[in-house]
């Protein structure tokens, strides 16, 4: 693999060595000969359709965001496929980097379509995220979102109050309906970060068109950002504070189903606070 990396690179490595943070692909650093640092993914078996997905992702926002540039991208017969990308040293996401990422979303949240959804599937961390197209939200969010990871949570044995959840959400979304805005969809603090000189960055998407309150909700699910970062992005609508539980709710059941039943108590707290019983 070095030496196949190596040759679609054009120099060869003088390490190849291991780097954490992920839990899905092999990832390395390389450091070049020719001084250069890349990230290198490494998806094999079933990782590797997910890190396919990845590089559509990136793809699909690089030219409305700042995301990490793919250098080289390949599937070598054994159907072993890798991404190269630059090599980011991040710091701490300070209020100037905060705002910038606020101002870079709402540029994102710009890019409109005629309906929501995407032109292909993808991934939210490793569970299947469909993308079939919908015009309305409110069916788009329901039937490809909360319904899949209800009865994938149904599945595997947990108590999910499906016709309560379902019917919570008829009533929140009823009567809005956002323009179709391109998303990052797995927008956690984890997924941004600052390379320094107060920018930021964004990476590991899972796009496609919707309300762009749902990115909203995700980037506040596991801590919120400071004040710099709304004075960036600008004032949210009308009803949003009750539309952040349901939005959240998608991630916390995903959370349940990747990782166990330690995010049950998650999941029944946030549907009570919907309302649901």
């Not at 954490?20 to 998806?43: A, E």
């Not at 078996?45 to 030219?63: I, N, T």
């Not at 939200?137 to 209800?150: A, D, G, N, S, V």
């Amino acid at each position: 693999m070095s030496d196949i990396i190596a040759a679609a690179l054009g120099s060869r490595p003088r390490d190849f060595g291991r780097v954490g943070g992920g839990c899905i692909h092999d990832c390395r650093r390389l450091r070049m000969h020719d001084g250069r640092n890349v990230f290198v993914k490494i998806g094999r078996g079933d990782a590797a359709e997910l890190l396919r997905a990845e590089g559509e992702g990136l793809a699909c926002l690089a030219p409305h965001i700042r995301v990490p540039q793919v250098i080289a991208e390949r599937e070598e017969a054994d159907g072993t496929h890798w991404m190269a990308m630059e090599w980011l040293d991040l710091v701490g996401m300070n209020d100037a980097a905060w705002e910038n990422l606020g101002r870079q979303l709402a540029g994102l949240h710009a890019v409109n379509a005629e309906s929501h959804g995407l032109d292909r599937d993808n991934f939210i961390g490793a569970t299947p995220q469909e993308n079939t197209r919908c015009a309305s939200w409110q069916e788009f969010y329901i039937e490809r979102r909360l319904r899949p990871q209800i009865r994938l949570a149904q599945s595997k044995g947990y108590e999910v109050p499906e016709r309560g959840i379902l019917g919570a959400a008829e009533r929140l979304l009823a009567g809005h309906e956002p323009r179709p805005a391109l998303l990052h969809g797995d927008l956690w603090g984890g997924n941004c970060g600052s390379p320094g000189m107060g920018q930021a960055i964004v990476f590991d998407p899972a796009p496609y068109y919707g309300d762009p309150e749902t990115d909203i909700a995700m980037l506040n699910l596991f801590g919120s950002p400071p004040e710099a970062f709304d004075e960036g992005y600008g004032a949210m609508a009308e009803g949003w504070e009750e539309r952040q539980r349901l939005y959240e709710l998608y991630h916390i059941l995903n959370h349940l189903n990747l990782f166990g039943g330690t995010y049950l108590a998650s999941v029944e707290r946030c549907v009570a606070r919907m309302g649901v019983r």
